[in-house]
């Protein structure tokens, strides 16, 4: 596993080797950077954003994103063993002052009282996994994003999930047996 652009680019990163996590794959990272990069839809820029990693593993996503100079990076993974290789990555790549991670239940921060805005949601999640539909909702709820913001969610690409009341969805691709869907919160 590598970091694919920016300042570390061809810089390996650390990666848990188990079932319980499925690292986002170098091709289908490359194809969602050029998507923020190059999307008529897209009204960001990834240089200065605020990112919000949910379920987020050893960071392959966030770590991209720090490489190609986000602000800032929130990490929220609950395993504790992919919380460690990630803040083994951060330490690695020297990106500690640009990062926060959180070993925790995503529902408990999404709850706090968050004054902070983020650009860019990544959910990585398991195939099986609903709860994130509830994060969705939780983040429009509390209005945590920012006017211009992109949300991209990694499924299998069978799911059906009924996300319309949540985000805009503009598009959509397959890649082997998942799914990236691209949104906006509005």
């Keep these: 596993m590598r970091i694919i ?3 570390f680019k061809g810089k390996t990163i650390n990666f848990l080797k188990n079932s319980k996590t499925r690292p986002l794959k170098d091709n289908v990272k490359e194809s969602i950077f050029n998507i923020i990069n190059h999307s008529k839809h897209v009204e960001i820029t990834l240089k200065n954003s605020n990112v919000l990693d949910l379920y987020s593993g050893v960071g392959s996503f966030g770590l991209e994103c720090l490489s190609r100079d986000a602000k800032k990076v929130t990490f929220i993974e609950r395993d504790k063993e992919a919380s460690k290789i990630l803040t083994k990555n951060l330490k690695l790549l020297s990106f500690f002052e640009k990062s926060l991670v959180l070993n925790t239940e995503i529902e408990g921060f999404l709850k706090k009282d968050l004054q902070e805005k983020f650009n860019i949601f990544f959910f990585d999640l398991p195939f099986s996994d609903q709860r994130y539909i509830n994060n969705l909702a939780l983040i429009k709820k509390n209005e945590i994003f920012d006017t211009k913001n992109i949300v991209i969610i990694h499924r299998e690409k069978k799911t059906e999930d009924k996300i319309n009341n949540y985000i805009d969805i503009f598009f959509s691709k397959n ?10 919160f509005n």
């Design 5 to 7: 652009s920016g300042k």
């Design 175 to 184: 890649y082997g047996r998942s799914k990236i869907i691209f949104g906006k």
